[in-house]
C-alpha cells in the first residue's frame, strides 16, 4: 500500500520459508521507524494501538506475541477503509486501504503459527 512518495506499508507472506520472514514493514518519506520503537496505527479514526517493532523496524511474526499482533493488524488491513500510521518521531501519514484485502489473500499466515 503507497500514499505518496517514499511512504508504503510492505506485507510480507512467506509461510513455510526456511527462516522467518512473514512480517509488516512500514516506510514514511523514504525511511523506516528506528528499531525497536513503537509505531502507532489507527485504523478509521478508532483507538490508537501502539504496535512494537524490532530490528529493521519490522512488525515480525515469529513470536507468540508477535503473532497475535501480526494477525490483528492482518486483519484490520483487510476490514478497515484506512489507516493512519505515526512514528515515535512524530512522522506520519495515512494509507487508503481499498484493495488491501485482494493484496493480502486468505494465505498469509505468522510465522509462529506454521512453525510450532
Known amino acids: 500500500m503507497d500514499k505518496g512518495p517514499g511512504n508504503q506499508i510492505y506485507v510480507a ?3 513455510g520459508a526456511a527462516r522467518p520472514s512473514t512480517s509488516i514493514s512500514f516506510m514514511l518519506l523514504g525511511d523506516g521507524p528506528p528499531d525497536r520503537s513503537l509505531v502507532t496505527l489507527t ?3 478508532d483507538t490508537p494501538i501502539d504496535v512494537s517493532v524490532g530490528d529493521a523496524g519490522l512488525l ?3 513470536c ?3 503473532a497475535s499482533t501480526f ?3 492482518l486483519e484490520k488491513f483487510k476490514v478497515k477503509q484506512s489507516v493512519h500510521v505515526r512514528f515515535a518521531d512524530g512522522l506520519s501519514t495515512t494509507f487508503p486501504l481499498a484493495g488491501a484485502a485482494d493484496a493480502i489473500g486468505g494465505e498469509c499466515v ?3 503459527w506454521s512453525t510450532y
Open 13 to 15: 507472506c512467506s509461510a
Open 43 to 45: 485504523f478509521n479514526d
Open 64 to 66: 507468540h506475541a508477535c
Open 71 to 73: 494477525d490483528m493488524v
Open 60 to 62: 515480525r511474526s515469529d
Open 110 to 112: 505468522a510465522d509462529f
